[in-house]
Every structure is written in structure tokens, then in C-alpha cells.
């Protein structure tokens, strides 16, 4: 598979996966079409970046369809301003293609062998530890973004967030994921979803369930 395959394949995967699910901030297309998505996979998996499906990278963790990252950037609105947090990050493709969109991208990651091999742009900053901590060190952010389908987005997390700060996520509600904005205002935060969609699910955000009698 030669450079030139893996362009004509990223442009087909523009046109086909982006644009036609309402993929339409032009600084996401072109972020989107830019970052070479194959360097961010198993090498045995190259050939299968620009699907339109999740790939697995390691033992229980997959990136998302180019879908799933197109729709939550275009709806979350990237500013060139924004400080990013991306929890579950992967092998640093969302937080690649961030980076061409905002001043600064911390990219948490618990297993950290997943992002030692990244070839990750110098707005990204690569850390280790508890997902479901997030990473204070770097905070207030503008934006977070979950890279995978969580169940809910924990208090500490939320408290990351500047006053106006977003959350972009694939929420788990009864079974069934739907992407989603949240937003932090005042004392208060609230997510509203806007459209359904499959993803991998990013471990350790289950919601506890109750005791039953």
C-alpha cells in the first residue's frame, strides 16, 4: 500500500462517511482529510483505516468510526483558542486531528503504551492515569472529549471544565448510544444528544447499578 493509496482512500472516506452524515465544519473536513489515519492503527490494520468502522488497537480498546470523531468536532465547535482534553485517547488519532483545530490538546490515555509509538503534533501533550480522574494538572479545559462510549461523565471531570466548557461524547442510554454536547454553566451541567450511532465502549464509566430486593 503506497502514500498515494492511503490519500485516495482518505478522500473517498471524506466524501463518503463524512460528508454525508452532516460532517459540515470545514476545518473538520479538512482536518478530518489531512491526518493520515494509518499511522494511528496496527500496522497489520493499514489497510483498513478509512473503513467506516471501529478498529481494535489493543485488548478491549478500539478508535471509533471517522464518523463518530467528524459528527462530535462539528458539533462541539471547535475553537483555535480551545484547550482540549481527549480521555481514553487511544493511539492519538482524535487527539491528532484536534490539534489542527485547537491552541492546545492533552491526550489521557491509561495504558500508556498505546500512545509511546504516536506520531502526535507538538499542540498535543501525551499523560498517563485514570481515565475517569481526568487530568487536573492541565485544567480548566474548553473542551473534553471522550473517545469512546461511556455511560456518564463523571463529577470530577466535569469540574475540569471552564464555565461554558463542552463535553463531546457517545452516551450509553439503555442500551442504545447516541452522540452528545454537554455543557457546564454556573453550578450546573447537561448533555442533549443528537443523534444515535454505534462506538466502542471506553471501560470504567458504567453507571453503578442500584441494589435490587
Known amino acids: 500500500m503506497t502514500e498515494h493509496n ?8 471524506v466524501d463518503s462517511q463524512l460528508r454525508t452524515t452532516a460532517v459540515n465544519d470545514p476545518r473538520v473536513v479538512a482536518a478530518m482529510g489531512a491526518v493520515p489515519r494509518e499511522r494511528f492503527v496496527p500496522t497489520a490494520q493499514a489497510a483498513l483505516a478509512y473503513l467506516d468502522t471501529a478498529l481494535s488497537v489493543a485488548p478491549g480498546r478500539s478508535i471509533p468510526a471517522p464518523m463518530i470523531l467528524g459528527r462530535l468536532l462539528t458539533e462541539a465547535r ?8 481527549v480521555v481514553g485517547a487511544n493511539t492519538g ?14 491526550a489521557l490515555e491509561e495504558d500508556a503504551s498505546l500512545l509511546a509509538d504516536a506520531s502526535l503534533p507538538a499542540q498535543v501533550t501525551p499523560v498517563s492515569g485514570p481515565l475517569t480522574a481526568g487530568w487536573p494538572g492541565a485544567a480548566p479545559y ?10 456518564h461523565v463523571p463529577p470530577a471531570i466535569v469540574e475540569q471544565l471552564v464555565d461554558g466548557g463542552r463535553v463531546a461524547a457517545p452516551i450509553i442510554e439503555n442500551g442504545v ?7 457546564k454553566a454556573g453550578g450546573g451541567f447537561g448533555m442533549i444528544t443528537f443523534a444515535d450511532a454505534e ?14 430486593f
Not at 448510544?177 to 455543557?183: D, K, N, Q, V
Request: net charge positive.
Open 142 to 151: 474548553d473542551l473534553i472529549l471522550f473517545d469512546g462510549a461511556i455511560e
Open 177 to 183: 448510544t447516541r452522540l452528545a454536547i454537554g455543557r
Open 6 to 13: 492511503f490519500e485516495q482512500m482518505r478522500r473517498a472516506m
Open 78 to 85: 471547535v475553537k483555535p483558542t480551545d484547550r482540549v482534553l
Open 93 to 106: 488519532y482524535a487527539a491528532a486531528v484536534i490539534a489542527t483545530l485547537a491552541e492546545s490538546v492533552t
Open 199 to 212: 462506538a466502542p465502549v471506553l471501560p470504567g464509566f458504567e453507571v453503578r447499578k442500584g441494589f435490587t
